[in-house]
């Protein structure tokens, strides 16, 4: 069978090579000019493009445009210029000074926690042995921070100056194999303007420039930054297994035993080297897997087949545009999470008690690429399962803070099932996901990785079911929608088919959001742009679901270069102050580039309409007659009800006469004893607060600076219906608002 399998193969090979050679004459009597391109595609493709009707194919392919943007029929054969458009895209997104930030932030994160999960998961088993070996990997702080710096630095470095050049942002046969696809490509549109032909140069030309932009330094510094922060965790890791593996050698006593402080140290330096290639990166399989752990980059079963169904429908990408760090975030929640699911052997290995063979051992070891030999392979199973033990002891812990902290009112989550009431709470000042420290200002705990998933999901479970509506199922099956869908889909790749539906269903307002998101990502630096207006002006601003107020509205730093036509700023209905603006700059500049924002306290006005889950907010869309407001006289009418106070004094009125917590207990005692109760009328309280409501903005309204404006505007409509009615054409023009 083999022998006959063989001289199969050798036959292939031969016909292949006689066929490419009577093809390569063919060409050079037939169409000489071509001859050169299809000899060079024909060895950077291994004799799989061997006639011209294959190097044509090949060639549309990669200088393809719009028939590679939407559907791809043939994704084997990738479009230079769609790779090089949407690596300027991808640069553009990424060009925040705080995105780096908040990588480094999310990294020593997960860094730190690896050998506090260690000795948790160490100290529970009573393991002393991984508890010694952690301690000595751990200890040499000042070492390691050093490699890792001196590595960060030359990654930089190297990335700045030829992102190819570095492994961490593309392996090397992917590096030669664009440099190959570029040169045949530039060889047949050199051919082919030789005959007349200039389309293939023009787009050759394209894709060449859309990779020169790509590969500027200043443009991609957020991409070369987290490549950068990349190197730097993998130098952290690698001092730390070199120094492991030292560790593993003297404990097996021999020569290995007697080592001096001065040769354990150029033992560890040696090994350490040895995890390095010749280009200066490190390639070791147990630092690769770890570090690409910690970097949300591993790539999984889920991110392949998503990738290969992106690339067959690029229309997709827009819409799924990091779907492997969405992945790898559900991943990290679920290695954490008390019980995991869909993930072989984790729970296994955190109970106690629980028996491996030393074919499993190896097994689960060299999934991972943890470097072991027959003398230490239980010592490094024994330490990868205290780690997987002290990770499920991180969660449960993370959890049973959560329910303290939530106990004593200073705890978020993501918020109320209820749309309404969740908008409600946003507006006042409510901040998702934050807990409030000893100062009474609310503190941001997204950072804290998968750490913070269990805090809300713990915060929203005891949120929701804490509310005043009945526990109808219809109540509980939103509530645990809702918990599911905040905790798990949003961050999952499903939460980009939201957008995407709403936008292919034709709502306009979301396909204005969305197109001006993208079209600002289109344009060079798009993270920068937005971050610079969330330090100049975070305030939030009155606009229109239109493109280009939308457009303006993510890049706020042009109101500083054109005040004349500045964006109308928000102000908050209940004390007439710009919403989201700070005055102190350090505020500002805190909240644009730290990870950990930092809110205000929540004035008791504002928590007793949170406590009483109040569901109306004033709206300002139409005039008394249907005439519609422009973001300017929004702007106006929220800031004239905050400043006069109507509604704010009418609140503390109804505040001294009932108490937020003793109307909920009336409301849930009732309720114990069988009656059925509507929140909506009890005690007539959100009567009395949407009396009070309408009460301000009417005033608001009536002393609105241009009325007369609006009047006008009434009756100019009137009559143009009268027009239209009686088949005439409108005597006043329409005004698209």
Known sequence: NAQEQTKDALKNIVNRAKNSANSLREISKSRPEFLVPLQMAWEFSDGNIDTLSKLHNWVNNSLGTASKAFIDLQPEIPSQIMQGAWANIYNSVLSAFSTPIKAFAGNTVLMLQKPISIFAGAAMAGDMKTIKRAAYQYMAVGDTFGKALKHMGTVYRKAAEDPTSVGYIMREELTYKNEATMDVLHSFAMKSQEIGEDGPMVLYNMAETMQDIANHPWLRFGANAMTALDGFTRATLANVEARGRVYDRMMRGGDSAMLTPGQIVDAENEVYAKMFDKNGMITDKAVDYASREIALNLDTDNVRSLSGMIQRAPFLKPFLMFPRTADNMIGMVNKFSPVSVFIRDYNKLALPGQKFSGDDMVRILQERGIQFDRSNVEQAFNQLRAEIRGRKAIGMASILGAAYMFTQDRLHGNGHFDKE??????????????????????YSYEFLGPMADFISVTADIMDNMDTIDSDKGEHLMAKMGFILGANLTNKSFLAGIEPMNDVLSGNQAAVARWSSNFASSLVPMSGFRSELGRLMSPELREVDQELFQLFHNRNKFIDVINPDHKLPTAFDWVDGRPVGYAEDFFTRFWNTYMPMKVADGITPERQFLIDIEFDSRPTFAKAKGGVDYTPEERSELFRLM????????????????????????????????????????????????????????????????????????????????????????????????
């Open 421 to 442: 009431r969740q908008k409600v709470r946003r507006q006042v000042g409510w901040k998702p996901r934050s807990f409030q420290g000893s100062d009474g200002k609310w």
């Open 642 to 737: 905050g400043e006069q106070g109507v509604f704010r004094d009418e609140l503390r009125r109804i505040m001294s006469n009932v108490d937020a917590q003793k109307w909920r207990d009336a409301i849930k005692a009732h309720r114990e004893e069988g009656h059925s109760i509507d929140a909506q009328v009890y005690a007539d309280l959100y009567y009395e607060v949407n009396r009070a409501l309408r009460w301000a903005k009417d005033e608001a309204e009536s002393a609105l600076s241009n009325a007369d404006e609006i009047q006008e505007r009434r009756y100019r409509m009137d009559y143009n219906e009268v027009d239209q009615r009686r088949g005439l054409e409108p005597t006043f023009p329409l005004q698209n608002r």
